[in-house]
């Protein structure tokens, strides 16, 4: 490929194809990063934080007590 071959046009679809073999794409990249986030303890985080706000509800409503 000559330094200005992409003035002329031609198949993107085809140089993407054959430049970025094996790579991945931006959007893959970005979904795998979330789902990593997401797996990695996150959910587990949040999980966690609403029972205990749950238990400290509960134990206010049996004390009598409010806010």
Do not use: C, I, V
Not at 19 to 37: D, F, H, L, P, V
Request: charge should be positive; glycine fraction near 14%; charged fraction near 35%.
């Amino acid at each position: 490929m000559s330094f200005l071959s992409w003035l002329g046009g031609g198949n993107d679809r085809q140089l993407a194809e054959e430049q970025y073999a094996g790579r991945e794409s931006a959007s893959g990249r970005a979904s795998r990063k979330r789902r990593e986030r997401y797996h990695s303890g996150g959910a587990t985080r949040a999980a966690r934080k609403g029972q205990a706000w749950d238990d400290a509800s509960r134990r206010r409503e049996r004390q009598g007590g409010s806010r």
